[in-house]
């Protein structure tokens, strides 16, 4: 499954819930300030600390982005 690490009060997970959301897209989503070890996991794969963080099924990772970027990140090549 898809993993969304989120901050919550970010506007911009908040936006990329919303998308995934309304385009069907399944993920679970990660609060990594409520979690520690998430935020390290998710430091690891990203090797930032910004959220959004997506990581997909096939373990690639989109860090701190914003919705316009979805569409192209999530069409399989």
């Not at 679970?28 to 430091?43: G, K, N, S, T």
């Amino acid at each position: 499954m898809n993993k969304l690490y989120i901050k919550p009060g970010c506007p911009w997970c908040r936006d990329a819930t919303q998308w995934l959301d309304a385009h069907g897209v399944s993920y679970q989503c990660i609060d990594v300030l409520a979690d520690p070890a998430a935020f390290e996991e998710m430091i690891a794969l990203s090797a930032q600390t910004k959220t959004p963080t997506l990581q997909t099924e096939d373990q690639r990772v989109l860090a701190d982005f914003d919705v316009a970027q979805l569409p192209a990140f999530l069409t399989p090549e």
